[in-house]
């Protein structure tokens, strides 16, 4: 036996969050030799109130939710070829938000931004990072990052909504991260995913488990870090870990 153990962060996602799939996970996961160190429950409102999602995708909440427009690293030449104005005067007019507080300002719900997002003038400034131009009617138009990221974040952070999460730890030459990814977990498109992996079981069975509709990529039941360092950093997010004491 390796002494060279792995932890990885993994959660049932709020769409596929009950009893019969916390017990099909929690088991699949003990048959492959995986030992569950910890497991728990985190609500919507916890999830909302500490940002835990939207540290979870950093890359992507940074310009939805965490950063206010003058934090965020816009390509200035690119916004003002564009959008036809220049990124200091767009400022100084007080027409950029963050998609968070494009929200309060335009009085909608995530649903409604999703859909004025859809409409609006888009420009890609790199991996993740989009902005998008909101016309309102007799007003000027407005600036915002990332919207399509608040209607994700409202199913984790909607009130009536939970996850399950395990700490779990698995020998490192008994099976490979790529394995315990591929294999056990199952592919971002559990369309795609193994029959006996996580995601490619449920997306079968799903009715079986009480899902209210078949998986896909964006609802693919159960997340699981990705990578040592993507597990270390989710202990910590998630369940305030000290990273010297993990």
């Known amino acids: 036996m390796s002494g060279v153990k792995n932890s990885a962060f993994v959660f049932v996602k709020p769409h596929a969050n009950n009893t019969k799939v916390q017990q099909y996970v929690a088991d699949s996961l003990r048959a492959r030799g995986i030992t569950i160190l910890e497991e728990g429950d985190f609500t919507g409102p916890q999830i909302d109130e500490g940002k835990l999602i939207d540290q979870h995708y950093y890359a992507i909440a ?22 036809g104005l220049s990124w200091s005067e767009a400022l100084a007019q007080g027409r950029v938000f963050n998609a968070l507080d494009a929200a309060k300002e335009l009085n909608v719900d995530a649903t409604a931004l999703d859909r004025l997002w859809a409409g609006a003038k888009k420009v890609k400034f ?17 600036f915002t990052f990332n919207a399509f990221f608040m209607e994700m974040r409202e199913k984790f952070v909607n009130p009536s909504v939970t996850i399950h999460y395990y700490v779990v730890e698995f020998d490192a030459e008994l099976l490979a991260w790529s394995d315990f990814r591929g294999k056990v977990l199952g592919p971002t498109d559990p369309a795609s995913a193994p029959s006996d992996s996580l995601r490619g079981s449920l997306y079968a069975a799903w009715e079986e488990y009480g899902l209210a509709a078949r998986p896909d990529t964006g609802d693919n039941c159960v997340h699981a870090s990705a990578s040592p ?15 010297e004491t993990v």
Do not use: H
């Open 62 to 83: 940074s310009k939805a939710t965490l950063l206010k427009p003058e934090q965020i690293p816009v390509p200035v030449e690119k916004f003002e070829s564009n959008f």
């Open 126 to 142: 790199g991996g993740g990072f989009y902005c998008g131009e909101i016309n309102r009617e007799g007003l000027p138009s407005l």
């Open 229 to 243: 360092f993507e597990g270390l950093a989710e202990r910590m997010n998630w369940l305030k870990k000290d990273p």
